[in-house]
């Protein structure tokens, strides 16, 4: 498989940033030479990629897999964002923002309202996503070999619920800093970050110089404005 490069028929650009959640939508052009860009900057480091299994975060981990061809590529639905239900699709706004806070901050079990039209999936609760996710991020590091390197390609929601659980400590009961995840977090498409094991951090890289788990953000995407 050879991961192409240059324009790509049948995108259309979103005029402003579209909620995205489960919708499979597919990389743009700038997002497959986002996941190009990690992939020379990477040549040859990684052992295993593990990936969302939807469409954008396959294609990023195959165009790195193309600089790694010996590293293994697995996809897993544990790594997909949170699912946004009815919102999906549309239009990123400050009333939907508020809205969709709300529920995450005032009722954590209570799922997103609605059937997404561009996935058929219902929303999901923070506290199911953030069980899904974190559950399945420390299965990785529990299993890790300190001699490797580990790569998860995921999503903008999961690195920013990842960053808000390191900053409470990682408790036992999966709590985070709840403000942080609904925060506007600094990475962009394509970001790559090393997961430092000994002082509990997620650390922006150009590359993947130490052993050890990273975190990539796939490229950017039709509905990234």
Not at 74 to 94: A, D, F, Q
Not at 107 to 112: E, G, M, N, Q, S
Not at 192 to 219: I, P, Q, S
Request: charged residues 30%.
């Amino acid at each position: 498989w050879r991961c192409p490069s240059g324009p790509r028929k049948g995108i259309r650009m979103a005029k402003k940033e579209l909620f995205r959640g489960s919708w499979n939508i597919a990389l743009a052009p700038e997002g497959v030479e986002d996941a190009i860009r990690v992939g020379k900057a990477t040549k040859g480091a990684w052992d295993t990629i593990y990936h969302s299994d939807l469409g954008r975060t396959t294609r990023t981990a195959k165009c790195v897999r193309q600089f790694s061809p010996d590293s293994e590529l697995i996809p897993t639905s544990k790594l997909r964002p949170m699912h946004l239900g009815v919102i999906e699709g549309k239009e990123v706004n400050t009333e939907r923002i508020r809205a969709m806070n709300k529920i995450l901050r005032d009722t954590p079990d209570k799922a997103l309202p609605g059937i997404s039209s561009k996935s058929d999936e219902p929303g999901e609760s923070l506290n199911s996503f953030k069980k899904r996710v974190l559950t399945f991020l420390n299965k990785v590091e529990k299993e890790l070999d300190p001699n490797g390197r580990v790569l998860l390609v995921t999503h903008y929601r999961d690195i920013q619920l990842v960053k808000s659980y390191l900053a409470v400590d990682e408790p036992k009961d999966l709590s985070i800093d709840v403000e942080m995840l609904l925060s506007h977090g600094s990475q962009q498409p394509g970001d790559l970050f090393w997961f430092d094991l000994k002082n509990r951090t997620l650390d922006a890289v150009e590359g993947a110089k130490k052993k050890g788990l990273y975190l990539m953000r796939h490229g950017k995407t039709a509905a990234n404005a």
